[in-house]
């Protein structure tokens, strides 16, 4: 799901079945990137769970392309040219991203849609227990994680060209859907029993009344975000593919969702001692989002993180049907299988807490 912009955390020759013309893509680059001059050298990195992500390094600068996967795809899925929209828009709205040079929609370039950025330097924390900082520096690093997530769900998306970006309202109804349409439909995955009754709760018990729109990141995760190398300051937020016009609290509970979350499945503090490490605790992080978005309370909170989880387990799924096609794209994806059964049942779990029975 991540892309790394940092060369500790690694890139990789192309992986068997990711090439392509890289010729065609440098006279692209020519043409569509002010200021471009080769050689170019393209290795993939290791994370972008979906869309293949490759690092364009040139003596000058480098570059990020995202691309769809090659082969057959799932309707509406990688969807490239939104994620090159949504950062665009959001660049005018001087939120954290990278800039995007351009989108291309002619396959003959190299196979597939894809869209070129600006690569960030910075830190990445793929451990959401952010070792190697102080405590002041890690609760600052916590802070700028939540005030980054507020400043977004403020952003007016009508503002910066967003209004037709996704449906405002029914956000619930309409994800839990999509979602469980993905699940349903893909036989080779198979199904799962806390999944199937997971899907039967979150249906029957979308809070009423809940109607709130702002963009949503949709992966608002700690290892999504390139910090700057020395500041606990945000400098981009990554991987936009799951992005829409949605429900702002249901984006705050998937990030928020890190505390209910075995740091082995994803970047997550479950069984961790937070207040030892700075990291304020869940109820001190939701306080403090309510406040950087002035509301009073989240009282639908538990319900956003099930369906989180729900949401997150579907995703996994899907990544599960793509191993067995062939068509997976990262080298964790055989990881992210293994511990679908476990977050399966972690979802049914946050159901239950939500009152679920």
């Known amino acids: 799901m991540s892309t790394v912009g940092d060369a500790n955390l690694g890139t990789v020759p ?22 471009y001059s080769g050689p170019l050298v393209v290795e993939q990195f290791k994370g972008g769970q979906s869309n293949p992500t490759y690092k364009l390094a040139t003596p000058d600068k480098s570059y990020v392309l995202r691309r769809k996967p090659p082969g057959i795809l799932l309707k509406g899925a990688h969807a490239v040219d939104r994620e090159a929209r949504v950062l665009a828009g959001l660049e005018q709205a001087n939120f954290p991203v990278a800039h995007v040079h351009g989108l291309c929609t002619d396959e003959s370039v190299i196979g597939t849609w894809f869209y070129v950025m600006d690569l960030v330097e910075g830190r990445i924390f793929w451990d ?8 002041a520096e890690r609760a600052a690093i916590f802070s700028a994680m939540n005030a980054t997530m507020g400043q977004l769900h403020m952003v007016d998306y009508k503002a910066v060209g967003l209004a037709d970006y ?3 309202g029914d956000y619930f109804q309409r994800q839990i859907g999509r979602w469980s349409r993905q699940y349903l439909e893909d036989d080779l995955a198979g199904r799962n029993p806390d999944m199937d009754r997971l899907i039967a709760w979150l249906s029957a ?32 937020v990554l991987d936009w593919e799951l992005s829409t016009l949605g429900h702002p609290g249901a984006d705050f509970a998937y990030n928020a969702m890190m505390y209910r979350m075995p740091p082995y499945i994803v970047a997550g503090l479950g069984g961790v001692d937070v207040a030892a490490l700075g990291i304020p605790s869940e109820e001190q992080y939701l306080a403090a ?12 909170y538990d319900y956003y993180v099930a369906f989180n989880f ?7 799924h899907g990544i599960k049907g793509r191993v067995l096609r062939g068509t997976a794209s990262s080298g964790q994806a055989q990881e992210r299988v ?3 059964p476990e977050l399966f049942a972690l979802a ?3 159901a239950r807490r939500a009152g679920a029975r």
């Open 205 to 236: 018990n979308i809070p009423a009344n809940d109607d709130a729109t702002s963009i949503t990141h949709g992966d608002f995760r700690i290892d999504n975000m390139i910090f700057h190398p020395t500041e606990p300051r945000v400098l981009a």
């Open 14 to 35: 192309v992986r068997e079945g990711f090439a392509f013309d890289e010729q065609a893509l440098a006279g692209w680059l020519s043409a569509n990137v002010p200021g």
């Open 166 to 168: 996704g449906r405002p």
């Open 348 to 350: 049914w779990e946050q």
């Open 338 to 340: 293994a511990v679908l």
């Open 128 to 135: 959401a227990t952010v070792p190697g900082v102080s405590n």
């Open 310 to 316: 729900f949401r997150l387990a579907a995703i996994f």
């Open 289 to 300: 989002y309510c406040r950087q978005t002035g509301r009073e309370d989240m009282p639908g």
